[in-house]
């Protein structure tokens, strides 16, 4: 950047890193456009097309005309249809007011974090998190308290290490199960227990980013926060159309938090009035259909990723010098790479890092995969790994990594 184009920016949008995510789906098109056949494990979206019932919905009401403003926090079918889903599947007491849909979940976070933090405020975060949360917090004027845990604890914080976070001070504690970028899952009754201790401290609201609640493998339970009396009150819950849906490119989230007579949905129709308004109209015919007429689908994709988690898994475990928790739920492994630190790649690379594994992987053997420094804690030694791709490239993609890393010297 030149001095006069730092000059131009605010000092918080200069303070903002990009997606690093985002960046490497970017070079990865890029290389593709190029020519290159790279395998990529490093987009956070559903290999699947959206259902066509919800698809269906959408065209339906464009071509009937709904194309004129809708209310700010969506229309009372689509926010009625929403606040029935929490009700029936995660136990939560919400009417539609209780309810606001905005254009992503990270739309979402943004909203429910600037409606929260002030500056000064701490926010607990468990870490790796996902990328995002650390720059919303900062945006809003408030510090990240980071609880790290590692791979020897499935990446899950104990409620001891998050009471032992939380102070005066804290505002927010973010808790997003089932996780990105771990992949891991906090059973019920690790749930309750960070509820109690969230509970003791009458300041700390609770941000449950649940946007992979129903992708989860083998007979585990997913639990909300806000289904719990003593966080009820104090939860601000996190889901939307793209990952359960295949519907990465809509744009569609949404929040509820019934607690506090509405207060912070309120706030955030007050920001989102201030500024995108509201999601695409002709969207919100589509959420009713989804929140009310896909199980099946839903279903079906659930399945798919579960087989190819247990793939994945069994094949990443198999690589040298690499540990994997396996995966319970969201598509992701996160696997220990630290152990080819120091050593050199068949391109001559020097691996020191994950990000340099990443590059050396990406230029060499044409796999993507997301370093995992950006995910904060212990993400400096992991990389992360979706399996919402093929069983084929799944295959081809870690058979390809295998005989990378055979060939590692040192
Ligand atoms: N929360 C988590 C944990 C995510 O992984 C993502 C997307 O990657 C989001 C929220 C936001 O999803 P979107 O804005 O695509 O709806």
């Known amino acids: 950047m030149t001095a006069t184009s730092i000059d131009a920016v605010s000092a918080r949008a200069a303070g903002v890193k990009p997606s690093a995510t985002l960046a490497l789906t970017a070079r990865v098109r890029e290389l593709r456009a190029a020519g290159q056949d790279v395998i990529g494990f490093a987009a956070g979206e559903p290999d699947f097309t959206t259902p066509q019932v919800i698809c269906d919905a959408a065209v339906e009401a464009l071509q009937g005309g709904m194309t004129h403003y809708v209310p700010v926090p969506g229309t009372p079918d689509a926010r009625e249809a929403i606040a029935e889903r929490f009700r029936s599947r995660n136990g939560i007491q919400c009417t539609a007011n209780d309810i606001i849909v905005s254009n992503g979940g990270k739309l979402s976070c943004y909203l429910a974090i600037q409606a929260l933090v002030d500056p ?43 009471a032992a976070a939380l102070t005066d001070r804290t505002k927010l504690v973010i808790i997003n199960s089932p996780s990105n970028p771990c992949g891991t899952m906090y ?25 992979y609640d129903q992708l989860i493998y083998g007979d585990r339970e997913h639990l909300s926060f806000g289904a719990l009396p003593q966080t009820a009150d104090r939860t601000i819950t996190i889901n939307g159309l793209s990952k359960t849906w295949a519907a990465t490119g809509w744009r569609v989230g949404w929040a509820c938090a019934p607690g506090q007579d509405g207060a912070v949905i309120k706030a955030m129709s007050r920001l989102q009035s201030q500024s995108s308004s509201s999601i ?9 259909v989804a929140c009310t007429n896909t199980d099946a689908e839903v279903e079906a994709m659930r399945v798919s990723f579960e087989g190819r988690a247990a793939v994945m898994h069994e094949l990443v475990s198999a690589w040298p010098m690499v540990t994997c928790p396996p995966p319970a739920g969201a598509f992701y492994v996160f696997p220990d790479i630290s152990g080819t630190f120091g050593r050199t790649s068949p391109g001559g690379r020097l691996i020191e890092s994950a990000a340099t594994f990443a590059e050396a992987l990406l230029e060499e053997a044409s796999v993507a995969v997301v370093p995992g420094e950006a995910f904060l804690g212990c993400g400096g030694n992991h990389v992360r790994l979706s399996f919402a791709t093929d069983d084929d490239s799944i295959r081809s993609g870690c058979g390809r990594v295998q005989a990378w890393l055979d060939q590692l010297q040192g």
């Open 187 to 211: 059973e019920p009754e690790q749930i309750r227990a960070i509820a109690d201790v969230i509970a003791g401290h009458d300041r700390a609201w609770v941000m449950s980013d649940e946007i």
């Open 120 to 162: 000064g405020d701490e926010v607990v975060l468990p870490t790796p998190a996902w990328l995002s949360y650390k720059p919303m917090v900062e945006l809003a004027g408030g510090t990240v308290v980071e609880v790290p845990a590692g791979p020897e604890q499935q990446f899950l914080a104990s409620p001891e290490a998050i």
């Open 280 to 288: 695409t109209s002709f969207l919100n015919p589509a959420i009713v």
